[in-house]
């Protein structure tokens, strides 16, 4: 019983980090239909720009985020500038050109930081709670609180402004919402930097729970891919239940399979995913048939 | 095809002859570039060729290796029979990564293969019997009549006669019935399902090809290197694998073949700085998406516009032979349809018969059902209750490709061309009536194969002339004038020899002179003996055109007979010019509330 609810804690911290990239995901697809297969390196930009700024300057965790999410937002935005003569056209292409972005990513953090990566001191020192002999790390409790923070500014948005109001518009038609004034591009833009900057909150506080190396986007972009496609891809809703069972499923497996989890992982996802590929709660899309 | 043969031999002759001016390392860069080429083909295919996202080639390639790697060395079963086992084995993993092709598409597959591809690497590195980390390294140095297969330059000749095989035998399979189906389904899968392309077929041997492609890669890379370690099967390479298809042009095996073996050498050439190297690969991706969509194999056409001399031009429609009428047998019968949309209900309780020979117009208001009838028809959607009879026999359910075969072709609303391929392509793909079961026969019996393109070439030009399409026979259907990608449509419906034809909007955006030769054309269609059902806006034509008409409002019939009675009819007139004075729509009383 105690392990399982050990599992269950460190489950929940790592999905509710899923979660924030499936966020990053979702809000990109449901805005321009296309799937940001570079999203996974920009959460591996967000842990580095985020630590090496912690660990060099001395700087409060918070103020690193912040710097992170600049840096990450600044990418998202070339991305999206880059690939916008492919928007409604060609998803093949604009898919593999993503991919292109993600390997130029990649490439540019080992040039940077070095092919062999850090690790990064946890910002919260204080021990670890104990709840009838389960030990919660108070670092859980602030990325779970940091997580339902960005998700709570992120709904807001996206309810409340003028602006967010824009972007459900475009998400839900394209060429309606240009008769109706709205600049589809920057809408487009701006969805791209908000998954960005969700990439850099997840990336920065995923550093401290893991290596921070080149490669982990790889991982971390497809395991968030996979809780949004759990989820329902495109909805947010279904992005944080999907990241957080995507989380317990990968601590589960890495509890009961070791080394073969992330096979266990995957073959599982994979066959969910057939079963019902809309997901837990169906596909929030742009119908572009 | 003589002067290809011509312009091959000298390439031919430089490949044998390469060996004696290189030196022992470059040799080995080179069997390492010919190994990647043969993967290249691979992805072309599946990417390319069937438009199936896959990230896991490399995987197949992987699983083609360490078989190999295993069997030899853990069973001490000989190369070459492991060498069978191992290609069996990739193209059983190409079958399994297939399934969820079946069930979604696009990013998805894209995200599944890969996540299958990382599965693989985990188990690799993790599993006792393939070595872990380390990798297997005694592999036996594969046995050839005595040919010491050790040294890289005789290996090279092994990797070039192999590779010359699977070359021609991609470029076969491409320019065959089979090729022109699957990049139909690329191209728009619903309308090649209303051809007769079986769907769900093709892209599982989209995956055959893949998988075999990869373990064929995979067992000369065995052979060659005599070590396996998960590392070469990384995301990496497999990254490396897809920018050499997208820079060579996906579409074209040779485009893939020339990115493979010089991104090969490229790598070779950086391999002290593969980080720049990384870099350097994705900002040419990048690029070539953006500027090149056709990569390095399109180039040509891109920077050489073909200058066009005279302007083609349509010529007049040939009559089909008439055809003495039979018994007035009905085609097709409906009865007490009903569709409903979880709550919308699109269709309510339609019932139509439809006589042989004769041309019937469904009529009625926007959403009031038609082209979902004819989905439901077409078998694009199953009725929610009530049957479809076609010549008597109940096809409720029936996949689109099944109804196709027994007859049925459709021309679509918004125009269904396959968009990269010309027009005699897009007639050919309608032509071949062949299962996809036919298949085997690529492999066994190649020259039947080819016989039979023949024939089907020489039927697309009777196709193309009837039409009068013949100068436009090389076009892409984009390049040409809307009113004749309709044409081009009801040319490649009627390609299907169906007994019955579903025409949705066939006049919406034609000029006078276009409808006028539009009802001449479909008069000489039914007198040929098929039946006609026409969904039309144009009501000049239906009343001239139509035997019998049928209108539908709000999802039910609300008359049903000769084109002149059915005009005068009341309850048409209403459902046309608006029963607004009695009941507002849902959406005019919205527009009256957001006025106010």
Known sequence: ?289 | MRRRLLLLAPIAVAAWLLPYGLGGYTMHVVDVAVIFAVLAIGLGLTMGVAGQINLAQVAFFGIGAYTVAILTSRTGLGFWPAAVLAILASIAAGLLVGIPALRMQSHYLGIVTLGLALGFINWVTNAGIAGRAEGISDIPVPPLFGIDLSSGYLYYYLELAVFALVLVFALFVTRSPLGRRLRAMRDDDLAAGALGAEIPLLRMTAFVLSGLYGGVAGVLYAGLIRFVAPETFNIGNMFLLLAMVIIGGRASIVGCVIGALGLAFVREALLDVSAFAQLGYGIVVVLVVVFFPKGLAGLPAQVFRRKTGERPRLSPFVPYDEVPPADARSVLEIDQVTKRFKGLVALQDVSLSVPARQIRGIVGPNGSGKTTLFNVISGFYTATAGRVRLDGASVGGLAPYRLSLKGVARTFQNLRLFEDLTVRDNILVALDRTRTSWIWRYLALPWAVSRYERSLRGRADEVLHRFGLTEFADAIPRSLPYGIQRRVEIARAMASLPSLLLLDEPAAGLNGDEVGRLAEIVRSIRDSGVTVVVIEHNMGLVMSLCDHVTVLSGGRVIADGPPDEVAVDPRVVEAYLGDSMAAPTEREAEHEHADR
């Open chain 1, 1 to 289: 019983m105690q392990v399982f609810l050990q599992t269950l804690i460190g489950g929940i911290t790592f999905g509710a980090v899923y979660a924030l990239v499936a966020m990053g995901f979702s809000i990109v697809y449901r805005t321009m239909g296309l799937v940001n297969f570079a999203h996974g390196s920009v959460v591996m930009i967000g842990a580095y720009a985020a630590s090496t700024f912690y660990m060099a300057s001395k700087v409060p965790f918070a103020v690193a985020i912040v710097v992170a999410i600049v840096v990450t937002g600044l990418i998202g935005l070339i991305i999206e500038r880059f690939l916008r003569p492919l928007e409604n056209k060609d998803f093949t292409l604009m898919l593999i050109g993503t991919i292109g972005f993600g390997a130029v990513l990649e490439a540019l953090a080992i040039l940077i930081w070095g092919a062999t990566g850090h690790a990064v001191p946890s910002p919260v020192a204080t021990e670890p709670l104990n709840l009838g002999g389960v030990r919660i790390p108070t670092y859980s409790l602030l990325v779970i609180g940091v997580a339902a923070l960005a998700t709570t500014m992120l709904a807001f948005f996206l309810r409340r402004t003028k602006l967010g109001a824009a972007m459900q518009a475009v998400a839900m038609d394209h060429e309606a919402a240009t008769a109706c004034g709205i600049h589809v591009g920057r809408s487009n833009a701006m969805a791209f930097g908000i998954g960005a900057c969700l990439a850099a909150v997840a990336g920065s506080l995923i550093g401290p729970m893991l290596y921070v190396n080149p490669t982990m986007g790889g991982t971390l972009g497809i395991k968030g891919f996979a809780a949004a496609m759990l989820g329902g891809f495109g909805s947010m809703p279904g992005a944080i239940v999907g990241g957080i069972a995507f989380g317990l499923l990968d601590a589960f497996a890495a509890g009961n399979f070791q080394a073969y989890s992330e096979l266990v992982t995957f073959v599982v996802f994979a066959l969910a995913v057939m079963i019902r590929p809309t997901g837990i709660f169906g596909e929030a899309t742009v119908n572009r048939a």
